[in-house]
């Protein structure tokens, strides 16, 4: 068995409460006492139970994160910029998928209360969250990743998707296309229906009509495989189409794919643009231009926020930040 705190204090031959003091107030005990004490954790290997006292006292210094879907590399780097700022400030971070599924979600989220974490960022299937409006009304810190939503009470980290939809669609027309289908996830999925609109709004702006300029392929998730398979669909039946704009770049890959293996050239045939500007992105075979949104950014950003509102809750005002895309033009269009 692990050894404990009695055992600790067996060994250094002090009581319970003065291994505790030296845990946690160590500025109580004296020096050669607290010496004593440390030898004794060193000898046994004692490990301190942190989840205990942080149980006792209310408290946590674990923060829950639920991403869409971590095989899609840009929720790696907002993780990642989300770790590095709770190293920074001594938290823990408990990675969740929900592999955009409202079940997976909504679980993840009770587990996330029963753990007691401090609090909780979150790029929700589903703005309007029933399980989530719960938690934070009970008092759990709640910062949206990657969402806006100005309905919620709570802070949100996103970046202008309607502004990135303008930006390719504008790139698209600039070059010359007049029949764009842009691939998709499901319209119920914000950043989808928000790159949707600057698509069409780039599209009017150019003084063609939307409804017939742009074909819309919805399709159930936001990956590759699935892409694919549609892509070649479309190529098939809609010969007009000479552009796609992809709501990322993982669609915008199977895409690049599927056109390849139709014997269709990329961008003469086909030109593809994707979306957040991955890093397998640039690396492609034919290398893809893309939307890029700064991740890193939104991670320590998102992480910033709701470690300030965990420990000055008293001087916290929600905040939404709202960063800009940047155009990235590559051989693919």
Request: charged share 25%; with cysteine.
């Amino acid at each position: 068995m692990a050894p404990s705190i009695k055992d600790v204090a067996v060994r250094a031959g002090v009581s319970i409460g003065t291994v505790s003091n030296v845990l946690n107030r160590p500025d109580k005990v004296a020096e050669a006492t607290r010496d004593q004490v440390l030898a004794a954790i060193a000898e046994l290997g004692f490990v301190r139970n942190s989840s205990a006292a942080q149980l006792r006292a209310g408290t946590s210094r674990s923060l829950g994160l639920i991403v869409l879907d971590m095989a899609n590399p840009f929720f790696h780097d907002v993780a990642k910029g989300v770790e590095d700022i709770a190293t920074e400030l001594g938290y823990a971070v408990v990675l969740c998928n929900s592999d955009e599924q409202v079940t997976r979600e909504d679980r993840y989220l009770q587990v996330l209360e029963e753990q007691r974490v401090r609090g909780v960022l979150i790029t929700p299937v589903e703005v309007s969250s029933e399980r989530l409006d719960a938690l934070r009304r009970r008092g759990t810190p709640t910062v949206l990743v990657d969402r806006h939503d100005p309905r919620v009470d709570c802070c949100s980290v996103a970046v202008d998707d309607v502004a990135g939809g303008e930006l390719a669609g504008g790139h698209l027309v600039a070059k010359g296309h007049r029949r764009i289908a842009y691939f998709t996830g499901p319209l119920t999925i914000r950043q989808c229906a928000d790159r949707l609109q600057g698509l069409r709004a780039a599209v009017r702006d150019a003084g063609l009509d939307p409804d017939t300029a742009v074909e819309v392929v919805e399709l159930p998730a936001l990956k590759a495989r699935i892409s694919y398979e549609a892509a070649r669909e479309v190529f098939e039946r809609a010969v007009d189409v000479t552009a796609a704009f992809c709501a990322n770049d993982l669609l915008a890959l199977g895409l690049l794919r599927a056109a390849v293996s139709t014997g269709r050239r990329v961008p003469d045939d086909i030109a593809i643009m994707g979306y957040d500007d991955i890093e397998f992105a640039a690396d492609a075979a034919v290398p893809l231009s893309s939307v890029r949104q700064p991740t890193l950014h939104i991670g320590r950003s998102a992480a910033g926020l709701l470690v300030e509102e965990c420990d000055y809750p008293d001087t916290h005002s929600h905040q939404q930040v709202m960063f800009k895309p940047e155009l990235v033009v590559r051989e693919s269009t």
